[in-house]
C-alpha cells in the first residue's frame, strides 16, 4: 500500500486583466470541499502550486482510493 503524504496541485497561470489577479486551487473528495489560500497571479506566466496534506472528506490521510477518486482543480478568487 502506498504512503501518501499529501497532495499538490499545480498550475500555470498568468492574469490578462488589470487589477489583481488571484485563484485558488481545490480539492474536492466525496461531497467535502478544500480551497488552498489565494495565488496571486502575475502578468508573465508563473508556475504556482498547492499542498493538500489531508483528504477534505474527513480531514483524513489520503488512500489511494481516494486519491483515485478525488478531483482538483481551480477557481477564480
Known amino acids: 500500500t502506498p504512503a501518501i503524504h ?11 486583466d488589470a487589477g ?6 481545490l480539492a474536492v473528495s ?5 480551497v488552498s489560500a489565494d495565488l496571486v497571479l502575475q502578468e ?3 508556475w504556482h ?5 489531508r483528504n477534505p472528506n474527513g480531514n483524513v490521510p ?3 482510493g481516494a486519491l483515485n477518486a478525488a ?3 481551480v477557481e477564480s478568487a
Open 6 to 16: 499529501g497532495v499538490q496541485v499545480t498550475l500555470l497561470a498568468r492574469k490578462t
Open 20 to 25: 489583481n489577479g488571484r485563484v485558488r486551487a
Open 30 to 34: 466525496g461531497a467535502q470541499t478544500a
Open 44 to 46: 508573465q506566466l508563473a
Open 49 to 53: 502550486t498547492a499542498m493538500f496534506e
Open 62 to 64: 489520503w488512500t489511494e
Open 71 to 73: 478531483e482538483f482543480g
